[in-house]
Nanobody
Framework: VQLQASGGGLVQAGGSLRLSCAPS????????MGWYRQAPGKQRELVAT???????NYVDSVKGRFTISRGNAKNTVDLQMNGLKPEDTAVYYC?????????WGKGTLVTVSS
């Protein structure tokens, strides 16, 4: 199974971006889907997750600005990012847990200019 993330790019502060992640290959039971990010010189951190039942969780710094959702195909996960700030600059990674197995995408760069 491979995860393909897309939607990163350069945006000015206050702008918006939408990230999408789609797994390819044999899809089993998806438990949790999520987005993580790693800024230069910092550890990777959780941004948002969504369970198979639709329960969402966000890091405090993005609450009210970011929204995680599952795509129409239910196997994809999107992250709508509004009100972006320079401190949101990072490589964003999608993660999917299927049947207890962890899968990570390669990451997509989000750069927010001030």
């Amino acid at each position: 199974v491979q995860l393909q993330a897309s939607g990163g790019g350069l945006v000015q502060a206050g702008g918006s971006l939408r990230l999408s992640c789609a797994p390819s290959g044999r899809i089993f039971s998806i438990n949790v889907m999520g987005w993580y990010r790693q800024a230069p010189g910092k550890q990777r951190e959780l941004v948002a997750t969504i369970t198979s039942g639709g329960t969402t969780n966000y890091v405090d710094s993005v609450k009210g600005r970011f929204t995680i959702s599952r795509g129409n195909a239910k196997n994809t996960v999107d992250l709508q990012m509004n009100g972006l700030k320079p401190e949101d600059t990072a490589v964003y990674y999608c993660r999917i847990i299927m049947s207890g197995i962890d899968y990570w995408g390669k990451g997509t760069l989000v750069t927010v200019s001030s």
